[in-house]
């Protein structure tokens, strides 16, 4: 799971935690205010319940509008309602609390934000208008707000101190894809930034290697080919034709091995632009076989190969011969009788020899310098990078005692 | 005589050359020093050769330079592999970019291709060959007869022709043309045959190996 989707999370739950904090707080205040209110409705329904009483003790009629009763209703915040809104109130009213107060029914209704005592026995009912304001907790709303903003704040500088960490994802991937002039430097001082400024440094010293690589190469390259280029003008002196094909066929072979080591230093540097252009496989079989250091007898003698359908395929010139040919010297090395078959066939292009099955996992072989090879252990290393620049898929498997690899298209 | 301005570190590799190309009445006047080179005269010469690793300058420096003066065609010859070499160069306005190690033939034909281009040189005479291209009619003739080629190799001989002496790659023939990249009447190495047969003994089609072929007549 990634950090954002973690941070994410995390803020959720917050959010939950802190909603579920301010609705109980809300709950409880709000219980705590209908208790209150409760105490002083029930002292009120007590005081017109005994000034029932005396009223009925005295023979008189019960009459709520009487000076001591007005002015009791007035000092504890209560106007009596009119017949007319008395109607009105109790069709729309919602009852928030009833209880029996002696023989009476007390109740406590709410219309809209208003609230009203109502209390009734078999002789009268009477209902009083609480004038005290009963609104909205808006403080407990503004924390929960505040809360809200605070955490949604905090989320946001999270993830934006994060951000580096997408920047520095995205660079990396394009470190990856070759591009070493990438600056990961940061004037910041959290830990993204400290990673940064060290990958930077470690970047900048693999540049500097790989510049001094490049260096040293195309200094031995200078100094390789400077006196091929010598022997062929010489060469170019020579009288006799058998002498001076001789020493052109070995000129030519040093050439070819020299560009070969050249161009798998640039596939390997991630330095080479793959060119797609669509080529007739037995072009490209027949470019790989030339670049093969045999001569033209040999190859005839060793490699078969069939053309069981033609193929057109959208593949590099330098590349996909490079791949093959490196298949093919493979396959010939380890070959019991150093022979080797290329089929041409519509799903690609197959490297058959006699031999042993490979021991290992086929991908082992795929490794740099793997050490059970006769060779270097680059051989299959160089077949597969290539081909993996290619975008196209090697397929190995042993049949009929053969060992067979197929380039698939 | 066409004079050519060399500028060439190693000395042993232009002595070499400049021996080579004497048979062709070429004189090569090389400059080890490029700086010495770039104050040589260079409005007498018909022709720059010039090497990529030099001391004290680069070879690319001293092509920006000779091109922001002269009107001189150049040939860029290097033992630098890197692709981006042959690019700069061709980008600044060397004329052409030969890497090193060449067969001094090749050298040769592309000084003559050069020099036609440019029509520098007042004694240079176009010379007549056996094979030639007949653009207009899209045909190639052979000592004056039409042969009787298929589009392949048609396009093959065309590249050949107009590049003489010097080696078209595979890659070249291959990508410039549509007929192979929607499958030919055969693979190159099979239309170069049946070229070679058209052709005849007297002309050599040859195979540069790894690389491409080149038409030596």
């Known amino acids: 799971m990634s950090i954002y989707n973690k941070i994410r999370i995390i803020f959720v739950v917050s959010f939950l935690f802190v909603t579920a904090f301010f609705a109980s707080t809300f709950y409880i205040e709000k219980s705590k205010h209908i208790q209150t209110i409760e105490k002083r409705y029930v002292r009120t329904a007590l005081f017109l319940q005994k000034h029932f009483r005396q009223s009925m003790h005295k023979d008189e009629h019960v009459d709520f509008s009487e000076d001591t009763v ?26 928030i609390k009833k209880r029996k107060i002696l023989r009476s029914k007390m109740k406590i209704l709410r219309v809209k934000d208003k609230l009203y005592l109502s209390l009734n026995n078999h002789r009268f009912h009477v209902l009083l208008k609480d004038k005290e304001q009963h609104g909205f907790p808006f403080v407990l709303l503004l924390g929960y707000i505040a809360s809200l903003v605070f955490l949604l704040g905090l989320y946001v500088w999270l993830t934006r101190s994060l951000k580096p960490l997408k920047t520095l994802q995205s660079q990396i991937e394009e470190v990856a894809q070759g591009d070493l002039s990438v600056s990961f430097k940061s004037d910041k001082s959290d830990e993204i930034a400290q990673v940064s400024n060290a990958f930077d440094d470690a970047l900048r010293k693999l540049e500097s290697l790989i510049d001094s690589r490049q260096l040293f190469l195309r200094a031995i390259m200078h100094e390789l080919k400077t006196p091929i280029g010598k022997g062929k003008i010489l060469n170019a002196f020579l009288e006799e034709e058998k002498l001076k094909e001789g020493y052109e066929e070995v000129f030519s072979r040093l050439e070819l091995l020299l560009n070969e080591f050249a161009k798998i230093e640039q596939m390997l540097s991630a330095n080479y632009e793959v060119k797609l252009v669509k080529y007739n496989a037995k072009d490209l079989v027949e470019q790989a076989l030339e670049l093969m250091i045999l001569d033209n007898e040999t190859l005839e003698k060793q490699v078969i190969v069939q053309e069981k359908s033609p193929l057109i395929l959208s593949t590099d010139f330098t590349l996909f011969p490079l791949a093959l040919k490196n298949l093919i010297d493979n396959a010939m090395k380890y070959a019991s009788n150093h022979k080797v078959e290329i089929v041409i066939d519509n799903k690609g292009i197959s490297v058959l020899s006699s031999g042993v099955q490979f021991t290992d996992d086929i991908e082992s072989y795929y490794q740099p310098f793997h050490a059970k090879g006769k060779g270097l252990g680059l051989g299959l290393y160089i077949v597969h990078n290539s081909l993996e620049m290619l975008k196209l898929k090697l397929d190995y498997h042993y049949m009929d005692e053969k060992n067979n690899f197929t380039i698939k298209v | ?84 070499d042959k690019v700069i160069g061709l980008q600044l306005g060397a004329d052409d970019y030969l890497p090193k190690p060449y067969d001094p033939q090749e050298m040769y034909a592309r000084i003559i291709s050069l020099l036609r281009r440019y ?31 298929t589009p392949a190799e048609y396009v093959v001989m065309k590249l050949l022709i107009q590049n003489r002496g010097a080696t078209v790659s595979k890659e070249q023939i291959l990508y410039d043309s549509e007929v192979f990249q929607f499958g030919s009447d055969g693979s190159l190495a099979v239309i170069l045959n049946r070229l070679r047969k058209k052709l005849g003994t007297e002309i050599e089609l040859k195979t540069v190996r790894g690389v491409g072929y080149r038409l030596l007549s």
């Open chain 2, 1 to 84: 005589m066409t004079k050519i301005l060399m500028i060439e570190d190693d000395a042993q590799y232009a002595s070499l050359l400049t021996d080579y190309l004497k048979q062709y009445n070429i004189e090569v006047t090389n400059y080890e020093d490029p700086f010495l080179g770039l104050s040589a005269g260079i409005e007498k010469y018909d022709l720059l050769i010039l090497d990529l690793t030099l001391p004290g300058i680069d070879g690319l420096e001293v092509c920006k330079e000779v091109v922001s003066k002269y009107d001189i065609p150049i040939i860029i010859s290097s033992a630098r592999s890197d692709l981006s």
């Open chain 1, 70 to 95: 007005r002015l009791y209703l007035k000092e504890s915040n209560f106007r009596k309602v009119n017949p007319v809104n008395k109607e009105r109130v109790l069709k729309y009213a919602k009852v």
């Open chain 2, 119 to 149: 029509k520098k040189t007042s004694n240079y005479e176009e010379p007549s060959y056996k094979v030639m291209l007949d653009e207009s009619k899209e045909s190639v003739l052979l000592d004056g007869v039409m042969l009787d080629l």
